[in-house]
């Protein structure tokens, strides 16, 4: 879990990249869940609450 600190930190770009990490490792976690092989089922949750930091970041930022 990514602190919102440590976020403020980093430059749009990096925001824009680590994101799209997240949407990948997202994906992965969907696919393994229909699959099966599913071993960090909290992590799902994770993922999903460090992708909104970041997006409420970006907004604020543009504002």
Do not use: W
């Not at 976690?29 to 409420?56: C, P, S, W, Y």
Request: aromatic fraction near 4%.
């Amino acid at each position: 879990m990514t602190k919102i600190a440590d976020l403020r930190g980093k430059t749009p770009d990096q925001l824009h990249e680590e994101l799209l990490n997240l949407k990948k490792e997202q994906f992965n976690l969907r696919f393994q869940k229909a699959t099966g092989q599913m071993e960090k089922t909290h992590r799902v949750d994770e993922v999903r609450k460090d992708i909104a930091r970041i997006k409420t970041l970006l907004t604020a930022q543009k504002a």
